[in-house]
């Protein structure tokens, strides 16, 4: 999704990641299914990897043409990385009326919300130490 379009007709870039701006939501009824098959994957993986048969695991759990011999922490990364995607859905906060605009999937039509007060940097970093 490069850009969206906000009620108050605001154009919201979508640059990448990082964005103040942009969340992703992981809805409560993802969560489990998302740590399950991250952990059961990357259990399989530490087990091939022991064995010198990490490409195994590349032609089970990524798609189709992925570098097969990619370092670890890329693999892992990649992997993660698909696993959270395809479990949220993208929110953007709008910088000119504070709206929030959300898609459940990138090719659907966004639900938007007002806030009730004004509103700004709602998606800003939550700190962690993790
Ligand atoms: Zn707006």
Not at 10 to 31: C, W
Request: with cysteine.
């Amino acid at each position: 999704m490069s850009s969206v379009r906000c009620t108050c007709q605001q154009v919201i870039r979508d640059t990448g990641e990082d964005l103040p701006y942009k969340a992703r939501f992981l809805p409560d009824q993802n969560v489990e299914s998302l740590h399950r098959s991250v952990s059961s994957a990357l259990s399989e993986l530490v087990s091939l990897a022991s064995r010198n048969q990490q490409q195994e695991w590349i032609g089970k759990y990524m798609r189709k043409g992925y570098p097969m011999e990619m370092d670890t922490p890329s693999l892992i990364h990649d992997f993660i990385w698909g696993v959270v995607v395809a479990n949220t859905g993208l929110a953007y906060e709008c910088g000119n009326c504070g709206r929030l605009l959300i898609y459940r999937k990138t090719d659907a039509s966004a639900k938007s919300f007002v806030p009730e007060a004004p509103s700004k940097g709602i998606f800003n970093r939550i700190p962690s130490n993790v």
